[in-house]
């Protein structure tokens, strides 16, 4: 369950007296004036231009411009002459509260077994408009260990004004799948999309173990091969039948993408067979399954590390070297509160390690070059200085993809380079996802 700061259903009136609390919600409803006013109907309500309906809206939620777009797309109708009514039914405007206090609510909701993820506005914490159930920001408080919390900034409204997810644009376009490496977020590529055409509808998915996905199994080692089933739930959810993006689902399901485009592909790309195949079976698998090892892998999110926010900027900035926005958007589902001002990464530690096949360059020469699909390659120039692509000197040499549908470009920078600088990419993946746009 994901609660989108979730007000009403953790409201206590306790404070209010009893008589106070039912002339709130029942004596002054059944009046006469206000009976009819809430029972009358739609046919009955007043008619506003849609510059008014507007102003109205705005002033009580403070909606961006395509916020209120989506707001008001089914709650007003034309009411004749040039002007709109609302159609919601006006006893909305007062829906009754039950005066249940903090520790009965504990009890409630703390009881059930369901995941649940809260998400809440940090105006209305600062308001203190939660001050009044504390179990609501205490993990501990719940006892099967089934609850985690994210305060976001901005109000009431903002998983409209500001959804932080991971669609963008109208999904009746042609789609595009965003799939980010190990250990990253689905958020990483906010900066990158927003620079592309918006004639295309954009998912990005939290592989498992990731931002807000949950993890494969804990207990066995997996390999990149084991993510592939993630990504074709996400296709068989939208009823895709094609769509962009998607390296191995490519080789699984010939035909099903229409067009890649592979962001420094460290991973899909290396090779190990230069090392004798007992080293690679102990490198990733006979040290996994060692005591300590196993248990540092498996033990979950609530043993691990706790740091300060700072610490936690420091250690990604010496992975990642990432800008200061990069890293907002890099920390944006990777962190949780640990207690005491602290934080601690919420990925699946087994994604630190993640298998990857010995396969030999000829081998993958054979198995990528194979589909017909068009594909574009971004190439970061730090990881070719460093000879990471040395061992596929065929990801340089178009040549050497007879259907003749590869291109691939250099651009400055390191591996997230995406994430850090998407406007050197940005109008080539444009372009190519343009290019005969029909046929998506």
Known sequence: MVELDPIPAYNTDVDMPIEDWYHYYYGNYYKEDSYKKHNAGIETAPKYTLEKIKELVQSVQGLTDEALKHQLERMIEPAGDGLYR???????????????????LKKIYTAPTTPTFAILAEEMVDLGAYDDVPFLRDPS??????????????????????????????ALNPPVLLCPGRMQPCTIFRPLVLRLPNSFFYVALDLPGNGSSDTLPLGVRF???DLVPSVLTVVEHYEWKNFSFGKYFNLAYPGRVSKMVELDPIPAYNTDAAMPIGDWYHYYYGNYYKEESYKKYNDGV??????????????LRNVQDLTDEALKHHLERIIEPAGDGLYRFTYDQRMKHVTLLPFPSEFLKKIY????????AILAEDEINLGTYD???????????????????IVPGGHVVHLNDPGCMADDISQFLLENKSKL
Do not use: C
Request: a positive charge.
């Open 86 to 104: 609302f159609t919601y039914d006006q006893r909305m405007k007062h829906v009754t509260l039950l005066p249940f206090p903090s520790e009965f």
């Open 141 to 170: 408080a719940w006892p099967n260990k089934n609850f985690r919390y994210k305060i976001v900034p901005g109000g009431h409204d903002v998983h409209l004004n500001d959804p932080g997810s991971l669609t963008w644009g109208d």
């Open 223 to 225: 390999s990149i091969q």
């Open 302 to 315: 609530d043993t691990a590390p706790k740091y300060t926010l700072e610490k936690i900027k420091e250690l």
């Open 369 to 376: 070059t194979a589909p017909t699909t068009p594909t574009f």
């Open 391 to 409: 061992d596929v000197p065929f990801l340089r040499d178009p040549s050497a993809w007879p259907n003749k549908n590869f291109k691939y470009k």
